[in-house]
């Protein structure tokens, strides 16, 4: 059974190496700054014990205020799993650093989210459009298009 | 005089036989080599997370068949996990073993689609692809006994599944068992050291077990690498931790390993069935839901081995009838990262077949 790790011990590294870095945590879930997200997720990849060299899934939530970025990291040698939040604010143009040059599973996945929620992923090799044609105008998944 | 030779673009797809759906490949081609290969992907993009948050929780059911819709009974199994992770909803003991049978028929189903599309690609028109599916069709018409379906199964609901399997159904799939077991074998003789397979498919297509990784690669796609990888084993959902099977890998992750697996792993399904349909107990399929359901305010992530790899359904509740957000990993969609890099330097032939041993569905890979 794949371990969903404690998010406590993994805060402890985390608030010793990053202060301030950790914006909120549950007991299994790390909200990280999106400004220290690249150091954070690149110690999470490499550190031994965490080893969280298999990035699954990226997906991103609209709650009006901010868009939710959500990173589920699982590593392979120690069967454990951890998920990763950040925050982008702001609706005309809200922006995270990108992963993908971290894991390129992120590659398509990132691409998506830019296309359906309008989050701009910061130093992305090809941030364009991927499901939708390049004139289409909006980012549908947006909560914008209330009923 | 010397000769000048600039590269072109040539599009595969979106409609073409090979590409399995809608997809479309732009490739840059020195003389027949690719030099670059851009995949492009929306021409079945029916937003249906964004469909998700319009009804209610049984409701998306139906939709979650048109993902990936040759594995329906896979993808109903993956969404009404997560809602009952979410909503805490216990199966009762009989639904679970009904849903382990169904998924791993489906498995079989789907793989039998995938090996067979895969020799067309190889070459071999439509004498394997026509074998596989005499068997699928074994399959099919017992989800039909059940369901009254045969491709769109709709049949698994949150807390258990729609309907009991009629009684005349377990002497069927028995039977069926029996049969399969034969055809496998049959397949063993015709394909598994068929020239045609061997000259077309070993060494192709090469995908390193550090780049499986790196771009998430799951399922078969990414056993066939040789890393032992499986939902149904790191992290068993439903009742899987109750049965004897195997996970069989691959050696140097080419496209021929990636059949090898896929035809491996139906004999795994097949044994799973047996085993599943020798213990199931007697008692309700449905445990009791209510016709809205109204999870509390929270999220919950599920996750399965689906017939093309690890098919994830995240949902996000804000104590509605309806889910907040539902976004779905789709296996294909993460799997064809790899694509460009596997392809790069190999002839336009070798890109079709390469890219046939993916199995992906365009109806996951959009969305």
Redesign the interface.
């Given at each position: 059974m794949t371990a969903v790790l404690a998010a406590s011990e993994v805060l402890k590294q985390l608030e010793t190496r990053f202060p301030g870095a950790v914006t909120a945590s549950t007991d299994t879930v790390i909200t990280v700054d999106s400004k220290s997200l690249l150091p954070v997720m690149m110690y999470l990849k490499t550190a031994p014990g965490l080893d969280f060299s298999y990035l699954t899934t990226i997906t991103a939530i609209d709650y009006f205020q901010y868009f939710e970025i959500v990173y589920f990291l699982v590593s392979m040698e120690h069967n454990h799993t951890l998920t990763i939040k950040t925050r982008a604010y702001g609706r005309d143009d809200p922006k995270v650093p990108s992963v993908a040059s971290l894991w390129r599973s992120a590659d398509h996945q990132e691409r998506e989210i830019y296309d359906l929620m309008g989050v701009t992923f910061e130093g992305h090799p090809n941030m364009k459009r991927i499901v939708l044609w390049p004139e289409f105008k909006g980012h549908p998944q947006r909560k914008d298009f209330l009923k | 005089m010397t000769l000048k030779t600039e590269p072109f673009v040539l599009n595969i797809g979106p409609v073409h036989p090979s590409t399995h759906g809608v997809f479309r490949m732009r490739a840059t081609l020195d003389g027949e080599v690719i030099v670059d290969l851009e995949p492009v992907?929306?021409y079945l993009?029916r937003?249906i997370?964004?469909l998700a948050e319009?009804r209610t929780y049984t409701g998306f059911v139906p939709l979650t068949d048109r993902l990936d819709y040759v594995s329906s009974m896979t993808n109903n199994m993956g969404y009404c996990l997560a809602v009952e992770k979410l909503a805490g909803i216990k199966v009762p003991e009989r639904a679970e073993y009904i849903r382990v049978i169904m998924a791993e028929l489906q498995r079989i189903a789907a793989h039998l689609i995938s090996v067979g599309s895969f020799f067309n690609d190889c070459g071999a028109y439509f004498t394997p692809f026509l074998y596989m599916f005499r068997e699928r069709e074994r399959v099919v018409d017992l989800f039909e006994m059940v369901t009254g379906q045969r491709l769109l199964y709709n049949y698994m609901r949150p807390g258990g599944v729609s309907q009991d399997i009629p009684d005349e159904f377990l002497p069927a799939l028995n039977e069926a068992i029996d049969q399969l077991k034969k055809y496998f074998d049959e397949y063993e003789r015709l394909l598994k050291e068929n020239e045609i397979l061997y000259a077309r498919a070993r060494g192709v297509g090469i995908l390193t077990k550090q780049?499986a990784?790196?771009?998430?690669?799951?399922g078969p796609v990414l056993r066939s690498t040789g890393?032992k990888?499986d939902i149904r084993k790191?992290?068993?959902y439903s009742i899987y931790?109750r049965f004897e099977f195997d996970i069989p890998v691959g050696e140097q992750g080419d496209c021929y390993d990636r059949y090898r697996v896929r035809v491996e792993e139906m004999k795994q399904s097949l044994r799973i069935v047996e085993q599943a349909a020798g213990k199931i107990p007697a008692g309700p399929v449905r445990a009791d839901v209510p016709a809205l359901i109204r999870p509390p305010v929270g999220e919950a992530?599920a996750?399965i081995e689906a017939p093309t790899g690890?098919l994830?359904f995240?949902l996000?509740s804000d104590g509605g009838i309806a889910p907040?957000?539902c976004?779905i990993?789709a296996p294909s969609?993460?799997n064809?990262?790899a694509l460009r890099d596997m392809v790069l330097g190999w002839k336009v032939q070798d890109a079709i077949l390469t890219f046939g041993s993916f199995a992906i569905t365009m109806g996951e890979v959009?969305?």
């Open positions: - | 992907f929306g993009h937003g997370e964004k319009e780049m990784i790196e771009i998430g690669a799951s890393i990888w790191a992290d068993p931790d992530y996750h690890d994830g995240y996000v907040y957000r976004h990993r969609f993460v064809l990262t959009d969305r």
